[in-house]
Nanobody
């Protein structure tokens, strides 16, 4: 089992920045990938960014060049630095871990990000 604790959401004006954090605990030795997904009202949950065990990072096209995913391996924590935020970035952001031989999904509780003037 993997437990996830998220922090860092909030309200920001267009063009502003936020940083999300996600700390994993429990059976962290089996983590294959960590990342962030988001879900806006009426939409499906979609990938924002993910980092694999080997350090490869992928971003959705909508956030490339604005968001940066990083990892503190020693602390099993990932950070999502979000710059140049726009209203369309408004969503609940969920931390995700894939762990074990079947890459089972574990989810955080979600943190709200609202971009509005």
């Amino acid at each position: 089992q993997v437990q996830l604790v998220e922090s860092g959401g909030g309200l920001v004006q267009p063009g502003g920045s936020l940083r999300l954090s996600c700390a994993a605990s429990g059976s962290t030795f089996g983590i294959n990938a960590m990342g962030w997904y988001r879900q806006a009202p009426g939409n499906q949950r979609g990938l924002v960014a993910v980092i694999t065990r080997g350090g490869s990072i992928s971003y959705s096209d909508s956030v490339k060049g604005r968001f940066t995913l990083s990892r503190d391996g020693a602390e099993n924590t990932v950070y999502l630095q979000m710059n140049s935020l726009q209203p369309e970035d408004t969503a609940v952001y969920y931390c995700n871990v894939k762990a074990g031989i079947r890459s089972q999904n574990y989810w955080g509780q979600g943190t709200q990000v609202t971009v509005s003037s």
